[in-house]
């Protein structure tokens, strides 16, 4: 039970983080999603350093890991919202925002996990 606890806190503060960036007024030429996309990528990062700390430090707390890795990146990233966001954009006819909007989204986030590992040096 205190593990879901550590997870809610860590998701609960994830998700407030997301929804503060969300406020962050940007002048958007188009319609990119630039805002999730720097969530995600940040996340992907966040999430390797972490997973490469805990297998580097055996005195990093299993709790610690928890409320990151689950918790927090859980909370602060969002699938959803970029497979909506990717939705969007094909049904307005931007098709190539959409595909560039995939593909930086995959190729850069496990790019990003792989960075937060290498440095780390797991």
């Not at 940040?42 to 890795?69: E, W």
Request: net charge positive; glycine share 14%.
């Amino acid at each position: 039970m205190l593990n879901c606890l550590v997870v809610a806190l860590g998701g609960g503060i994830g998700a407030c983080l997301r929804y503060l960036i969300g406020l962050i007024p940007l002048k958007e030429p188009f319609s990119f999603p630039v805002k999730t996309l720097v969530i995600n990528l940040l996340g992907c990062f966040v999430i390797g350093l972490i997973a490469a700390l805990a297998v580097k430090n055996s005195s990093l707390s299993p709790k610690t890991v928890l409320f990151i890795k689950t918790g927090l990146c859980g909370g602060f990233t969002t699938f959803s919202t970029f497979a909506l966001e990717t939705e969007t954009l094909i049904k307005t006819g931007h098709i190539g925002l959409a595909v560039l909007y995939v593909a930086l989204s995959v190729v850069v986030g496990v790019g990003l996990a792989f960075a937060g590992q290498v440095i780390v040096g797991k």
